[in-house]
């Protein structure tokens, strides 16, 4: 029985933690978690807040996941655009999910990632 998700892995291409970790920790607000010495040796790089993580692995052939993406439940979430965009991330507000106030953004590899928050 599934009681719950672990982790959500997107693909990186090779080189470009430097530039995760300046989107996931200084734009997201995320902290980087350390990865066991036998995945570290793969490259990528792993991050977390409260119980999400996010990791990111290595990936030869990479290319970006434009439709597939995380959904990330945030808190006062036009305070949470308003730091995404003021630290240089492009945010897309979406009115299409009943419910919800939500918007998209892209990691600096491509990778779609959408942010929601229930109303009411």
Same mark, same amino acid.
């Given at each position: #029985?599934?009681?719950?998700?672990?982790? =959500?892995?997107?693909?990186? &291409?090779?080189?470009?933690?430097?530039?995760?970790?300046?989107?996931?920790?200084?734009?997201?607000? #995320?902290?980087?978690?350390?990865?066991? &010495?036998?995945? +570290?040796?793969?490259?990528?790089?792993? %991050?977390?807040?409260?119980?999400?993580?996010?990791?990111?692995?290595?990936? *030869?052939? %990479?290319?970006?996941?434009?439709?597939?993406?995380?959904?990330?439940?945030?808190?006062?979430?036009?305070?949470?655009?308003?730091?995404? +965009?003021?630290?240089?991330?492009? =945010?897309?507000?979406? *009115?299409?999910?009943?419910?919800?106030?939500?918007? %998209?953004?892209?990691?600096?590899?491509?990778?779609?990632?959408?942010?929601?928050? &229930?109303?009411?």
């Amino acid at each position: #029985m599934i009681t719950a998700v672990d982790h =959500v892995q997107l693909a990186a &291409p090779p080189g470009s933690e430097e530039r995760l970790r300046t989107y996931y920790v200084d734009v997201l607000g #995320m902290a980087e978690i350390p990865k066991p &010495p036998v995945l +570290a040796a793969r490259g990528g790089c792993w %991050f977390q807040t409260g119980p999400v993580q996010l990791h990111l692995g290595i990936e *030869e052939d %990479f290319r970006p996941a434009k439709k597939a993406h995380p959904g990330l439940r945030v808190t006062a979430i036009e305070t949470y655009a308003a730091r995404l +965009a003021a630290r240089g991330a492009a =945010v897309t507000w979406d *009115e299409h999910l009943p419910g919800h106030k939500r918007f %998209f953004s892209y990691d600096p590899v491509g990778n779609r990632l959408e942010f929601l928050e &229930p109303l009411g």
